[in-house]
Nanobody
Framework: VQLQASGGGLVQAGDSLRLSCAAS????????AGWFRQAPGKEREFVAF????????YYGDSVKGRFTISRDNAKNMVYLQMDSLKSEDTAVYYC???????????????WGQGTLVTVSS
């Protein structure tokens, strides 16, 4: 599966932004998907997970209540709606496929190229 993320940009604190991830490959709908982010000088952070059919959804603690993940298997798309953005949300956001919980962390088998989100305070 190949993934192409888009929708990043420069916004002000409190604004909303929606990221999109277009996937190619026949197996997209068979596996989970998710979003991760990496801020400058920091490690990659788990943001959100959605199971293959959308029945299970999980969020990282820092985005709970503000971000919403969704997927449309008919269109091979995954979305991340980000509301009430904060300056600490500034990062490169990566969509991922076949996301799994490993111990206390998360990992994925396929990654997109990332889209930059910058939130000014």
């Amino acid at each position: 599966v190949q993934l192409q993320a888009s929708g990043g940009g420069l916004v002000q604190a409190g604004d909303s932004l929606r990221l999109s991830c277009a996937a190619s490959g026949r197996t997209f709908s068979d596996y989970s998907a998710g979003w991760f982010r990496q801020a400058p000088g920091k490690e990659r952070e788990f943001v959100a997970f959605v199971s293959w059919n959308g029945g299970r959804i999980y969020y990282g603690d820092s985005v709970k209540g503000r971000f919403t993940i969704s997927r449309d298997n008919a269109k091979n798309m995954v979305y991340l709606q980000m509301d009430s953005l904060k300056s600490e949300d500034t990062a490169v956001y990566y969509c991922a496929h076949d996301v799994n919980k490993l111990g206390s962390g998360w990992s994925a088998n396929s990654w997109g190229q990332g889209t930059l989100v910058t939130v000014s305070s």
